[in-house]
């Protein structure tokens, strides 16, 4: 069956420092991948997104490069900030479509201290 | 806008209790619904979806069940709670099957004493 496999945490950066939250998965096909983040208190916001291999999925300053031959989805920034403390999740949708719905990583807790 | 109300928040339930949990999502209309699952130390687990009202998908044996009596309502059951049950529950909704339009609720902490 499809699994995503991502570093646990918790992460613990110094402001501005570089990020990488590595993500593998286990899936046939080609299956679309996602980073979500859940900040304190609230739920699950989709940070960025890719559909096909060698896509590259950006927003507020994280990057994610989908890599079929190592099926791999890393998560990377430059420059980490304190508001970017939360947990985030690499997440799986299996090729093909359907309703069912994504195979979620257990989350990397991130701490960014100032 | 569309918006996803999920509660309670937190929640403290004794070992063979019920358990009912709400889910309504507004300013939309057939949504695929879902129930989601954090146990300690686990990932998100998905428990129940639904594409339609009355229809029902279960990804895992548990002690659990889902209804969706009404087009944006889905409800998670239990009839007697266990340990086990304890964790973190999410819903989330979307309009289409290629993943990228999840929408979370803000989820409910179940703790089984």
């Known amino acids: 069956g499809n699994s995503v496999t991502q570093m646990e945490g918790p992460v613990t950066l110094s402001e501005e420092a570089f990020l990488t939250i590595n993500c593998t998965y286990t899936a046939t096909g080609y299956p679309s991948l996602f980073w979500y983040v859940q900040y304190p208190g609230e739920g699950l916001q989709l940070l960025l997104k890719a559909t096909k291999a060698d896509d590259k999925g950006s927003n507020k300053g994280f990057e994610a490069t989908y890599r079929k031959e190592t099926t791999s989805f890393h998560l990377e920034k430059g420059s980490v900030q304190v508001s970017d403390s939360a947990v985030y999740f690499c997440a799986l949708k299996r090729s093909g479509g359907g309703a069912d719905g994504l195979t979620f990583g257990k989350g990397t807790h991130l701490i960014i201290q100032p | 806008s569309q918006t996803i109300h999920q509660w309670p928040a937190t929640l403290v339930q004794p070992v063979g209790s019920p358990l009912s949990l709400e889910c309504t999502v507004e300013?939309?209309?057939?949504?695929?619904l879902y129930w989601y699952r954090q146990a300690a130390g686990r990932g998100l687990q998905l428990l129940f979806y639904?594409?339609?009202?009355?229809?029902i998908s279960s990804e895992v044996p548990q002690n659990l069940s889902a209804s969706r009596p009404q087009d944006r309502q889905f409800i998670l059951s239990s009839k007697k709670l266990l340990l086990s049950d304890s964790g973190f529950y999410l819903c989330a909704w979307s309009l289409n099957s290629k993943g990228y339009g999840y929408t979370f609720g803000s989820g409910t902490r179940l703790t089984v004493v």
């Open positions: 639904s594409v339609g009202i009355g229809q």
């Open positions: 300013g939309t209309s057939n949504p695929n």
